[in-house]
């Protein structure tokens, strides 16, 4: 038998995770809180919370390696695991900066990475000092769990703050100010444990009511100069953190600069057209680099975009008769806002990629 | 639930099968008669002789459709199958005629598809009589049964024929002229239930030991009218056996001509490189055919080479170092003469993909 990866999460990242090790001679184990998880149909799951650390003791028994496919993995666990004799990377302290929007922020800073302005609140006087600070429009999130757009609110007059506190109050929050960008891309990063780094070409990002639509890359009209900020933002963040695997940053561009929005210590959505779309994909080079592999050619395949399903798939043969268009089916049950699949198209050029994005029954 | 695909044979080509079809949201299930079958890692498994019908109606049993990855699947397996109201695709009556390199040769004949002269050897006068008919250099081959080299012996000269009939005598034979071919290539074909047919760009094989050692595609310097040749012998197979998924038959080239030597009525070994070479793949082509859905494009990604790793794996990390370089670990035990796996290479144009196939530390 090859090597066992424990995987925490049995999600669709863990699902394509899988199929990327398969072939490499990989064997997968999940943990995950739901029977029906998409992992399961690629290796052993293990049915238990996230934070059960006797359940992830069990899915890291002799794996050469333990890695996560979700920002949420409570650090704890992740740390028992170490203290058990565990590898497990990326490093969790990735997870404790990842978990937390103000610790994150101020990371950035403090590597010289430019961010929206931010302040952190911690009760309703200091949501009045940090609007003071900032200036609306401002977004008010909490610190700690949100996704996919779930637990903000923008405000943009005073009168906003009332709502938004009742709704949101009594946790720990971060008040951001809003950025009027032009767009939003993501740069996806990975590193080997020999400190080896490639960086995939930035990726455009459009979100709608909170949730990643469209991903297409390499981003259109992308100057040199963005791509190697970029980069240099990403080597900065996985070398302070020793970080080993693929990290992905969303930043919002605004004229040339970027500024730093979040960053995701896993496989990431914005990486999913480089499974057809680069010469390694982002699932392959994370095993590649948390295995202590050789990382693999980063480079582009033509052009490329990725469109979410959300809620339902679309009709699988008219996906299909587009010409390089591929399906993925998670075999997750249909749910309004539910991820359930994705479609990547390639293209050998732009023009023919428009093209083929306008054959889509689902809206791009 | 996804559909389910049941394949008879759980071997490399089935495991490859799955990798295909698991993001498109199949399930499969295998019958082997080895429980080390490296396509159990994607499916439940049921080991079973392929001749065992019961067996086969288990793995069946609802699965919206059956079919194969081994040419040696007895096709009253297939059609009891068919007979319980499977469908399975390609139609058994491939199987009949892959078996059989008489009826394989005389329908190539019969659709106008050239071939090395042939003729059946029923006992030893036999022998002489197609000596006579053929003239040496020829090959004497079982007509069911042989592969990868084997059940075959080399005539050369008059007095060899003693010791191959000793050897191969007693069975079916076919004695084959030995043709002075400049190359070996293949062409890979897809038919789907509409009758819809592509093909991939010719592949150029090259043996050892009678065993595939690398395929480069595209085929290099293969004149246009060479491909559509290619193209037209595996349309009339195609349309023929009213055939249904991934063909490929294997030439001789000549100068300008094509002699079709045999053909396989399932993916095939020398269509690998298709996994990162083409925009779609021969696994999920055969997949999207018999399932009745769309075909995806057969165009090449750039130039691509295979090479099959024989007895035991190369270094990983060395081939992993390679740009462009992707490793398929069968997860097979080592075992002399034993496909355990293959590498992948592919590149911008030739003179790169040569320059990488060089580092390869395997001998391509």
Not at 337 to 344: A, E, I, P
Request: proline residues 7%.
């Amino acid at each position: 038998m090859g090597d066992v990866v424990a995987v925490l999460g049995g999600g669709q990242l863990g699902r394509m995770l899988a199929l990327a090790g398969v072939p490499l001679g990989l064997g997968f184990r999940f943990l995950d809180p739901t029977a029906e998880a998409p992992a399961g149909a690629l290796g052993p799951l293990v049915v238990g919370e996230l934070g059960d650390t006797e359940a992830a003791a069990r899915v890291a028994d002799g794996a050469a390696v333990v890695t996560y496919e979700w920002e949420g993995v409570p650090a704890d666990t992740a740390r028992s695991l170490e203290s058990r004799g565990a590898t497990v990377l990326p490093p969790p302290g990735a997870l404790d900066v990842a978990q937390d929007r103000v610790a994150e922020k101020t990371l950035f800073r403090r590597l010289g990475i430019a961010t929206p302005d931010f302040a952190p609140v911690d009760d309703r006087a200091g949501l009045d000092d940090a609007v003071h600070a900032i200036d609306l429009p401002a977004v008010l999130k909490t610190r700690r769990g949100g996704y996919d757009g779930k637990g903000q609110r923008v405000l943009t007059k005073s009168g906003d703050l009332g709502d938004a506190w009742r709704e949101l109050g009594g946790r720990p929050l971060i008040l951001e100010q809003l950025v009027p960008f032009e767009r939003e891309v993501s740069v996806l990063a990975v590193r080997g444990r020999d400190g080896a780094t490639a960086y995939w070409p930035l990726v455009e990002n459009e979100h709608r009511d909170g949730i990643l639509r469209t991903s297409r890359a390499p981003a259109a009209g992308a100057a040199e100069g963005t791509q190697a900020t970029a980069e240099t933002y990403a080597e900065r963040v996985l070398d302070e953190l020793d970080y080993v695997g693929v990290l992905a940053i969303e930043l919002f561009q605004v004229g040339p600069d970027l500024l730093a929005n979040e960053l995701a210590p896993r496989v990431h959505n914005s990486g999913h057209w480089t499974i057809e779309g680069a010469v390694t994909s982002q699932f392959e080079n994370h095993l590649r680099a948390i295995l202590g592999w050789p990382l693999g050619s980063t480079a582009p395949v033509g052009a490329s975009a990725m469109v979410n399903c959300i809620g339902a798939l679309p009709d699988r043969a008219a996906v299909l008769a587009i010409p390089g268009a591929h399906f993925h089916d998670y075999q997750k049950a249909p749910r309004p806002g539910r991820k359930v699949g994705h479609v990547s198209v390639t293209a050998p050029d732009d023009g023919t990629l428009a093209e083929r994005l306008a054959m889509l029954p689902v809206s791009p």
